[in-house]
């Protein structure tokens, strides 16, 4: 088991937090909170314990010079202050004499949030290929390192496994509660325990389905995913999304869990992402046709088993959903998790953009804040930026 932060003393210590602020911006405008908001229960229990909290964090990519200005994470600051209704001083910089003397000069219960940690990446890509000596550099301004940056932790860079490496650390609440409510859950659910995986791609998703397809009972393939499975079957599938170096895959799967792996039986198809719908039979899929939602029968199937099960993960739309036209699957099997009696897990990226745009958030028990991460705890893999967190 991983130190957490409530196993540590925090009164008077300068404690690091690496959260995830890699938030949506727009024109320096912070468009979504939501990762920030989800900082805030490590932030506010590091306060409340007398600590002096110097906060890391990422935003986007700093490939060039002209990035910086737009991944400035400057306008964190000013929201996290009003979040947590206490200065939070902003240090533009990501080391040197300003930073040392603001941290030299903290008192307890002082927010300190340094500069985008990728600005080091300009120069040889120091945070993004873990530079020994800048985590080595960042973890001599704390006594104490505290991880709570889900959306990171299967990255291995100098703000997380470099610092991690020289100081006493734990995890924060929010990669708690997404241990406990992925790899805990995947390890022993609940049964029924189904999962349902859509999205776009099956070649992003083939390590994930390997892993999960030996532990659910039942795995409900919806979403653009649907037709490479579809094909190796022989169906016609249209011009739908299709990933051939995958259909021997499919095959192979189907061959093994003919009765886990459950596949559309109609869908909604249209001549163009930017159409309207026609409802047809998979067997109906003319040359010209895209699938681009699951069907009424297909809704129908998939909520029975989502409604009897005791546990269920989700990861990747069945539907083009960012087309209203095609919404319809998503929403249903959104209907469907509402009557679950017991634990509804969306994996990270767009299947929780997907629910969140459609304002089914608070009916599930967990919404990942991690898309690769999440993907990765899925597939069964141990993240870097746990394995290296001190144990109890
Ligand atoms: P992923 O990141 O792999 O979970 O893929 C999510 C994307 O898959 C979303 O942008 C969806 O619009 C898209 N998607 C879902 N179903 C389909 C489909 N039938 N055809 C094309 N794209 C789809």
């Not at 004499?97 to 002082?110: Q, T, V, Y």
Request: charged letters at 25%; a negative charge.
């Amino acid at each position: 088991m991983k130190k957490t932060i409530r196993d540590y003393d925090l009164s008077n210590k300068k404690v690091l937090i690496r959260c995830d602020f890699n938030v949506p911006m727009k024109d320096g405008v912070i468009t979504d909170d939501y990762r920030i908001q989800s900082s805030l229960p490590t932030i506010q229990y590091a306060l409340d314990h007398g600590a002096k909290v110097i906060l890391l964090s990422h935003l986007g990519r700093i490939k060039e010079e002209s990035d910086k200005a737009k991944n400035d994470l400057k306008p964190v600051a000013v929201r996290l202050s009003e979040l947590l209704n206490q200065e939070v001083l902003f240090i533009p910089e990501t080391r040197g004499k300003e930073l040392e003397d603001a941290i030299a000069h903290m008192n307890e219960k002082d927010v300190i949030l340094i500069q985008n940690t990728r600005y080091e990446d300009l120069d040889g890509k120091k945070e993004s290929k873990n530079d020994p000596e800048l985590g080595r550099y960042w973890a001599s301004l704390g006594d104490l390192y505290i991880n709570d940056a889900f959306g990171t932790c299967h990255r291995e860079h100098a703000s997380n496994v470099g610092i991690a490496s020289h100081l006493p650390s734990g995890i924060g609440f929010l990669v708690e509660k997404e241990i406990e409510n992925i790899e805990q859950v995947v390890a022993n659910p609940e049964r029924p325990f189904t999962v349902i995986l859509g999205g776009a791609k099956v070649s992003d998703k083939i390590k994930v389905i390997e892993n999960l397809v030996t532990k659910a009972d039942h795995i409900l393939i919806g979403g653009g995913m649907a037709y490479t499975f579809l094909k190796s079957l022989g169906y016609e599938i249209g011009t739908s999304l299709l990933d051939t170096e995958s259909i021997e895959f499919c095959k192979e799967m189907l061959k093994q869990y003919p009765d886990k792996i459950v596949l559309p039986t109609d869908h909604y198809v249209s001549d163009s992402t930017e159409g309207v719908g026609t409802l047809k039979k998979v067997e109906e899929t003319e040359p010209t046709d895209m699938g681009l939602d699951i069907g009424d029968q297909t809704i129908s199937q998939f909520t029975d088993l989502i409604k009897q099960s005791h546990t269920v993960i989700w990861n990747g739309p069945v539907g083009l959903f960012e087309n209203p036209s095609f919404q319809k699957g998503t929403i249903a099997l959104c209907e469907a998790m509402k009557q679950v009696e017991g634990k509804t897990v969306v994996g990270g990226g767009d299947t929780a953009s997907a629910v969140q745009s459609l304002g089914y958030q608070s009916y599930f028990t967990h919404i990942s804040t991690g898309g690769g991460a999440s993907l990765e705890l899925l597939e069964g893999k141990q993240l870097p930026g746990i394995t290296c967190i001190s144990e109890k």
